[in-house]
């Protein structure tokens, strides 16, 4: 448990027992699973980053609508916040519980209740996982394209909570881009319809909202998602690079030329030893850099894409360009950047892994930037990203059990974050801002944004009970963290730590 | 002036007399224009809408952002209220200016600040033609894709606030898919940045809730939107059919078959010998409907498609397939379809263009059900519409000057939108709501809906400054609406509509 963070400065504060909100909602619920021993808590006590962890006062699964809603009144009435949870893969602590709030896990919402290949949607509950869609979707032609590393387990509904992307995002875009309506409930219970089944709905884009607001301003409890048809072929080329800088550049280029890939994937000579040591992928491990790009769509078209493309990398200075002979070799190549967090995970005792973007015209700038603060600190920085999109993902090395070596890593996580922004990018591309980069939020923006923001929370929930503490810091949060960092102290997590997404 | 309309339903209520706000103004921006003669504000009574039109109380045309500050600083300390406006060319009512309120007209803001081909955006001043971007874009190859009817004249300012479509829209999204940031002034004359250079902003998604807020959030001063690439080529087929549901299906077949078209719009047999009488396109007169299918890409890729769409075409019961011989044929077939409002125009003395959008697979119930009102009301109904996107123009023929046939026009467009809703349908599509259907809202959404519309307005402007009376109905004004529709008399423009985009 975070003992460093405290929760005092978020809103929703404490002031229910268990036993008396357990009795409450027990009354008022009396059908629903509720948890509140502590051995029944301990799974849900964090999500994918499991750094940040705090045990929930109590834990809730419904299996009816009426009952989320039964719940939201019941919390609004009694003041009690409320986190809600997907399937917990979360690497942001976004679905990290309060100790005096009640953890809304959505699980048994995993229906899937519609796929029309015609308007090629399909309607889903929260708790449906990523892949299950476009397994349902797949004898139809069709997919759901956003596709997280974690999509075999994590939820729609987290996805959304999240603007959740993955490799196929620059392409197909993040979340936000192929969801088309959400049923949700707010804090008051309030049943709302944001977006439509039509191109566009009037009035304010709260679908937009909402998505990514990381459980903030109400409950998603149904989602239609947009499908698309599967690429007819997909082809994967691998250039190596002496030069991380030229990799880099390598990737405003390939984007200049008029060409979207379905993919196109960094990973640094650190990255690249770790995955070849790990997978055998075939990577060259004497690159400074390999840039993994992979083009799909009509066969005839993909050719042509094949063809500039390796013009593009041959005139950025590619040293060696392959293109994977067959599908196996193409799941070869993708299997050593799928399990690159993992493979470097094994050359040291912690890693903690980053999540800034940035316009890719600083691709070149910032990886040298990286690497002189990684230097600087004396830590060992890999780099295994989303390049097209401008999404790094830095894995910072360090060995927990020497003192001081976290703070370091934490201190160089901050910085390389400040430097994300300086360039005219962002602390977050994917992961969410959760309880993880709260801080960071009031680097990121102005007071006065800030401001802007919480009046938009308040729009939607104005006792601040729904997941108080993550994404949109308060004042007096924002003021501590000033405060500290100005004194040398940043408020820091008591365990390393970690992530694998 | 629209006389039946009460703005003490809307907020932003008259109080201040034109000469003591004009005095203050001036002496707060002694170097800005300010109208305020009656000559000197006519020309600014309405936007494209011309039925709903008032003078506004002061004309104020700034060339700088600080003057832009000054300005909604003083409004907001004298409780004026601010209508933004761009080109003037937006389609329902949006930019009609309050005769208590100043009108804040953005065209001096006319400045593309940058193109960057690598990063493919362009950052440009909000009172920039669309056009103008995708002209100053061309020399790297690049254009911008949302192309409202109104290009040549419709500023991206009034875009952004209305979240403009256009032809190519079903392809390449709406105007709210293709901007990636924006610079924002409050009613508090606070800078805001909204979006960012990279791929994702942390916190909430008010770049997306700003794009098609119809100026009730805050003002837009500055905007950075997506390049494309321009396409290699661009082929069109012509399909006819005897029948306007047959053609309504092939639409969503052609989807269903995985091609989605550069555009696919529709035109019914009283639109197409409309067209053909004003232009002479080569369109078949005797057709009940015809599509208009533009297929654009790498040459290789354009012609499967062509084929592909072809078949799909055939077997949804086409009698005639034709494909633009060249490129003098191609724009030929796009002239009859880009002048069939003012096509349509000459065979009545007045015409109301409606703007719903609704689910693809609906198209031919809803074509039959426009079909059937029209002729319960005795009213001609041409339609010509974005069919790939749903977005339906009914474009509803009458004239004025026969007692009663203005109120006919009226209450059958009312019913026609009421039908989009029922199927699963919008309101709008890329018009925005404005004043035009403002009570349209009270049926599209629920008051708890509205509450949160509202709940969200204030949270950027607590006085409800900013454009009250559009796209947002007060609880007051639809409580009117539900009271006059009850006995019948559903409050109504005293001039008759028209539509020209």
């Keep these: 448990m975070n003992t460093h963070f405290d929760e005092r400065l978020d809103g929703g504060q404490p002031g229910r027992d268990q ?29 994918g980053l499991s750094a940040y962890r705090a045990l929930p006062m109590l834990v809730a699964l419904p299996e009816t609508l009426e009952q989320v809603e039964t719940l939201l009144k019941r919390c609004r009435a009694l003041g009690v916040p409320v986190v809600t949870r997907g399937a917990g893969t979360g690497l942001s602590g976004g679905a990290m519980p309060l100790s005096h709030g009640v953890l809304l896990v959505l699980s ?110 109400g409950v998603v409890t149904e989602i239609t998602v947009k499908l698309l048809p599967k690429p007819e072929t997909a082809k994967v080329l691998m250039a190596s690079f002496d030069d991380i800088e030229k990799a880099g550049n390598a990737v405003g280029a390939i984007i200049a030329a008029g060409i979207i890939p379905g993919g196109l994937e960094m990973m640094d000579n650190l990255a690249i030893r770790a995955a070849e040591d790990f997978i055998g992928a075939g990577y060259p491990v004497e690159a400074e850099a390999i840039l993994l790009c992979e083009l799909d769509g009509v066969e005839a078209d993909v050719d042509d894409d094949c063809q500039t493309v390796r013009r593009v990398l041959e005139k950025a200075g590619a040293t060696d360009i392959q293109q994977a002979r067959d599908e196996a070799e193409r799941a070869l190549f993708w299997a050593g950047r799928k399990n690159a967090f993992p493979a470097v995970g094994r050359m040291s005792p912690d890693y903690y892994c980053m999540d800034g973007t940035i316009p890719r015209r600083e691709l070149a700038r910032v990886l040298k930037g990286i690497g002189d603060l990684g230097e600087a600190y004396g830590l060992r920085v890999a780099n295994v990203f989303h390049a097209g999109d401008g999404n790094m993902h830095p ?3 360090f060995d927990a059990n020497q003192p001081g070596e976290f703070e370091r890593a934490e201190e160089l996580g901050g910085r390389i974050l400040e430097l994300c922004v ?69 408020p820091a997590p008591t365990r390393a730590p970690e992530s694998q997404g």
Tied chains: 1, 2.
């Design 19 to 47: 036993s008396e909100v357990l009795a409450d909602l027990q009354q008022a619920l009396p059908g629903m699973t509720l948890l509140h021993r502590e051995e029944d808590l301990r799974p849900f006590e964090c999500d």
């Design 395 to 397: 894995l910072i090395l």
């Design 108 to 217: 048994r919402f995993n229906r899937i209740l519609e796929i029309d290949p015609e308007a090629r949607t399909a309607r889903v509950q929260p708790g449906v996982r990523n892949l299950a869609i476009s397994e349902a979707a797949s004898p139809y032609g069709l997919y759901y394209a956003p596709d997280p590393s974690s999509q075999i387990a994590c939820s729609i509904g987290g996805n959304v909570a999240e603007n959740a992307g993955g490799v196929h995002c620059l392409k197909y875009g993040l979340t936000v881009h192929n969801v088309i309506k959400v049923e949700v409930l707010t804090i008051e219970g309030e049943h709302m319809t944001l977006g439509s089944d039509a191109l566009d709905a009037p009035g304010f884009d709260l679908l937009a909202l909402f998505t990514g607001s990381e459980g903030m301003l």
């Design 422 to 490: 300086e360039v005219g990018g962002t602390i977050t591309g994917e992961h969410g801002v959760g309880r993880e980069k709260i801080h960071q939020m009031c680097v990121q923006f102005s007071p006065g944004e800030l401001t802007t923001f919480r009046a938009a929370k308040r729009a939607f929930d104005p006792d601040e009970l729904l997941n108080p503490g993550k994404n949109i810091p308060t004042p007096a949060r924002c003021s501590e963290f000033r405060l500290t960092k100005s004194a040398g102290d940043a």
